[in-house]
């Protein structure tokens, strides 16, 4: 999940389906985000490159849309239906996410287990 | 340019008038005499010649009374004139100028107008007038100017000095009216007089008050000296204090009262009236008691006496406190935001004022306008005719059959206007191009004068006093400022003509004009920009003043309250000058609600900007 700045961004990705939710008259996916561009990239406990300004999933909550649809915590998003999130900030992910007349959300996220898989398999081979 | 075109129709008459005054008098201080009457009397038909036009005859036989009463007073009683009762209806454009604004605060000029104002309250009822307009004259030179500038100043500025006939005025001047009115005003002092008759009664009541102590001192002593009892250590005492309260009071008078006054007003002053009645009547009721408690039974204690006129002169010091803070004081806290907005091209300014009366408040906006405004040029009003002719043209109404012409016309400029607004008007885009091109011919005129300026002024050098003595081999030809100025004036004066008539400035800056002020930039060593910053922008009226405004500036307020009343929210009044206006609008400045909040200084901390969190 590094990146080399100028360079595009190539990581493997898993496609996450998420329906959301009716809470009162709120749509919830049940997870939290954090990371942005305009935010401080060395606190994010879950990155691997302290530089990565990515958007990353810090809190999944038990039983909501986001874990049964298949998230992890510190998941990175790297498309939110199409939209780009490696380089957006905090504010502009958010509405990408929350946006009130789509009930579904199509993520593309990436995690380090994924790489390691693909690199075993293909290992194997 | 304008100016050229007023003056020209009576130029003739002027020309007479001149000629009159060089050979009547070169010395005008001459009152006493008789033929100083002649003059007078000449002076004041020749005044009222050079007003023709635009005076109404109700005021001019005002203005004849006042002179009258003026000179009556100014002459010590050497004329047995009596003051013509004014006409009895009124016009309502009246012209004051007997009574001085800012000089004498001092006592004797309310007096004068407290007695002025009782002569007149009889004969006018001026407080129910609905549209008022009252004229302010502004000097715009100090006292002692004004006799010696007097015979240039004549042509040059009484365009200036007229007043104009508005539509509030009713009645025009016609040649009988002129005729009578200056048989009327056969002895008269000149209109510039008037100015100074305030401050000279303010003076004459402030030395009254001043010498009744000492006279009530004196008296005792003089009268029945042998009788009174002797006071030794206690009275010495008291003639010192007595001494240097007089000495305050004199020099504080001088310091605050007696200044040469900048503007006439058309009103009395309140304030001003109110403590001149109050320092006669208290004067006069000390004298009463003094009359007849000592002068009567002559009385013996002496100690009594001066104790008394102790206590008179400690009361007139409070009296001039009093003064100070209602005339000086109370109106430097602002309270009211001025915006003054000239009619003609919408230039407009805001001030703070405080607590004002209309009258004064004019004046102090008058003040400001000639130094915050930039000058009123004519020419450079009106859109180009080329974009506003063809708004009504292309139109022709026929009438078909029937007369009954008033329906007809009616109907036609009803039906002219609806097609017109119907048309597509295009000179918008017309007035478009027109400035753009405008301003790209100022900008390019602008970069020659520069250009032309900067060369010149490197044609020339100041002469250092070492260098005159240190190079005999190249003697060079040494010039004072005015030479140099007319040397180096030739290159540029091409480029500076066209750039001023770009810009419409011409008529302001004559060709000596230009090389008295190249001259005085040389000699300040100044660099060509600042030489040319009088001709870039335009400056403010003041700059452009003659230098002979001792006939003063005629100005004409108007107002739909009494002009003496206080400034409050919502007033408006305008000042009014032959060809444009100044509108003035009064709103009362913003209570402030000042809060506190305390910042302790160690609380300034700063943190990286965390990881936000949020939950979607």
Redesign the interface.
Known sequence: MSFIPGQPVSAVVQRIEIHKLWDGDNLILGFSIGGGIDQDPSQNPFSEDKADKGIYVTRVSKGGPAEVAGLRLGDKIMQVNGWDMTMVTHDQARKKLTKKNEDVVRLLVTRRSLEDAVRQSMMQH | MMNCVRFSSIQRCDANVQKLIECLFPHRSVLSSPSASKIDSLRSKVELLKLPLTLSSKSISERKTRLGGATERSRGGAGAHKPRPPAPDMDNESQYSGYSYKSSHSRSSRKHRDRRDRHRSKSRDSSSRGDKSVTIQAPGEPLLDAESTRGDDRDDNWGETTTVVTGTSEHSVSNEDLTRASKELEDSSPLECRRFAGPVLSGVLGLFALLTPLAFLLLPQLLWRDSLEPCGTPCEGLYVSLAFKLLVLLISSWALFLRPPRATLPRFFVFRCLLMALVFLFVASYWLFYGVRVLEPRERDYRGIVGYAVSLVDALLFIQYLALVLLEVRHLRPAFCLKVVRTTDGASRFYNVGHLSIQRAAVWVLDHYYTDFPVYNPALLNLPKSILSKKMSGFKVYTLGEESSTNNSTGQSRAMIAAAARRRDNSHNEYYYEEAEMDRRVRKRKARLVVAVEEAFTHIKRLQDDEAAASPKHPREVMDPREAAQAIFAPMARAMQKYLRTTRQQPYHSMESIIAHLQFCITHNMTPKAFLERYLAPGPTMQYQRENGSRGRQWTLVSEEPVTSALRQGLVFSLRRLDFALVVTVTPLPFLNLGEEFIDPKSHKFV?????????
């Open positions: 990286m900007r965390l990881q936000s969190e949020t939950s979607v």
